[in-house]
């Protein structure tokens, strides 16, 4: 782990873009920034872990970042495909070491956020509220992600094409790898935790059921398919806003 | 396919991955060992990095990476380091399991890249060292000119010489390091070609081993410069 790269990717994300687009340094960007995704994760997923205790924590601080790299490693091969395909014809090298800077960055950012968050829960912020904190400090996270990878992909046609190419097959890539690893935020009432719930359909099912019940129209099967310990510890309010919430 | 036929694909997949970059790294065998193992799990991500990442440029330091001036100065030099480890690589991948495996073994050849290396970074720091305000040969010369056409008082004068001086060691430096790193860069391709050649031929290791005593004496005499009395000028407030 290079100290040089972790403070050029907090205090010049702009150098690190550049690199990776030139393909200088590209192996000691890369694996700094892995090492960055995984301890950076981790910590993030403790804090979330922490909302229920026990084992939640030891859960979450492993699911979360295989759940970042997964999907990293999915993408990265469509990425360079992508970029390719755009005008940007780089070497893989270049594009691994591009999104793994700007996945290690956003993970350096959860990594700042999670005492915040803890704090938060530790003041007693109940489960949707905990949910919604910490969607927003991925959200943070992700704008800082963002910002390396727009730098990285340079001036020329197609950047804003290639960027919202890559935002939309990460987002559909990482959201169906966490919902294949979820629970990750769990209530504290909940007596049971699993490593992974039951398969319960995928991502996209998910989002479907969720607009659906955010314009009042509640399937029943969706309801059903809420963990048993989850009905029990729930009032029939809690169930129904429960769904896809995780 | 389940997941489980999956998983034995992705394994045997990271396993092969894990044997390329190890024969292929020309870093020290621990150092291999550690980045072949870390291709067993992340193959996806790491493989594309650790087998292609000697044709990527190699490191920059702080300073210099900032610097557009040290950036396109630096780059001839940049090229040779990065000249050596692809040759020292094709070198040692061409002896593997021969009798000439002696000659350049991989520990040796880890050695004499980290050498290279750190004669590269150290020409990157003086290039942008000497692009600053206030390192400018030029500018020193013609400071002591004034001077001494002002008539300046004496001391003055030494102060500015002092300085003139400085400038021109560390100007020195820099271009022996690039000579040296030059001629290291063509002692390497030629024995490269001369270990591809005695593989090939199946001549004995005579010639090679003239070349190899030649790339030992020349690194030796960069870790010397990079270990002599003049470091203690070249520290950089950024590096």
Redesign the interface.
Same mark, same amino acid.
């Given at each position: 782990m290079s100290a040089?790269v972790l403070?050029?990717l907090l205090r010049?994300p702009a150098?690190i873009a550049a690199?990776c687009r030139?393909? @200088?340094? #590209? *192996?000691?960007i890369?694996v700094t920034s892995?090492i960055a995704v995984v301890l950076g994760a981790a910590a993030f997923g403790g804090v979330i872990g922490s909302f229920r205790g026990g084992a939640q924590i030891a859960y979450a601080a492993v699911k979360i970042p295989l759940a970042l790299?997964a999907t990293?490693?999915?993408c990265?091969?469509a990425f360079h495909a992508l970029a390719a395909g755009l005008g940007r014809a780089w070497?893989? *090298?270049?594009i691994?070491?591009l999104v +793994?800077a700007a996945a290690g960055r956003s993970s350096l950012v959860l990594l700042a956020l999670s005492p915040a968050l803890w704090l938060l829960f530790d003041l007693g912020l109940d489960y949707h509220a905990a949910a919604l904190a910490a969607a927003l400090a991925y959200g943070i996270a992700g704008l800082a992600a963002i910002g390396i990878l727009i730098r990285g992909l340079g001036a020329g046609s197609g950047r804003a094409l290639t960027a919202v190419a890559f935002i939309g097959v990460f987002f559909a890539v990482g959201g169906q790898s966490s919902w294949i690893l979820r629970p990750y935020l769990v209530r504290p009432k909940t007596t049971q935790v699993p490593f992974l719930r039951a398969r319960e359909g995928g991502f996209a099912d998910a989002l479907r059921k969720s607009g659906r019940s955010s314009a009042g129209i509640y399937d029943r099967a969706s309801v059903r398919s809420i963990g048993e310990s989850d009905r029990m510890n729930s009032t029939p309010d809690q169930v129904r806003a429960f769904e896809g919430s995780e | 396919m389940s997941l489980r036929d999956l998983l034995l694909i992705y394994a045997v997949l990271g396993v092969a991955c894990a044997v390329a970059i190890y024969r292929s790294s020309t870093e020290s065998r621990p150092r291999a060992a550690v980045a072949a193992a870390l291709a067993l799990p992340?193959w996806? +991500?790491?493989a594309?990095?650790?087998l #292609?990442?000697s @044709?990527? *440029?190699? $490191?920059? #330091?702080?300073a210099s $990476?900032?610097d557009p001036r040290a950036r396109a100065a630096r780059s001839p030099v940049s090229e040779a380091a990065a000249r050596v480890e692809a040759a020292l690589r094709e070198g040692v991948e061409a002896c593997a399991g021969t009798s000439l495996e002696s000659l350049l073994p991989r520990d040796a050849a880890a050695r004499i890249a980290a050498e290279v290396k750190r004669a590269a970074e150290r020409h990157a720091e003086l290039t942008a060292v000497l692009g600053r305000e206030g390192f400018d040969l030029d500018a020193a010369e013609r400071r002591v000119a004034e001077l001494e056409k002002s008539r300046a008082s004496a001391r003055s004068l030494a102060t500015a010489r002092l300085h003139l001086e400085n400038v021109k060691r560390l100007a020195a430096l820099r271009d022996r390091d690039a000579r040296a790193l030059e001629e290291l860069s063509d002692l390497v391709l030629a024995l490269r070609t001369q270990l591809t050649l005695a593989r090939f031929a199946g001549s004995s290791v005579e010639g090679v081993g003239g070349i190899v005593s030649e790339v030992w004496a020349r690194v030796e005499g960069l870790g010397a410069a990079l270990g002599g009395d003049d470091d203690g000028a070249l520290d950089s407030d950024e590096a």
């Open positions: 040089g403070r050029r010049s150098d690199c030139e393909d @200088r340094d #590209t *192996r000691a890369a892995l790299v990293l490693a999915v990265a091969p070497p893989m *090298r270049s691994i070491a +793994l | 992340l996806p +991500l790491w594309p990095i650790a #292609t990442s @044709r990527s *440029r190699p $490191a920059a #330091t702080w $990476a900032i």
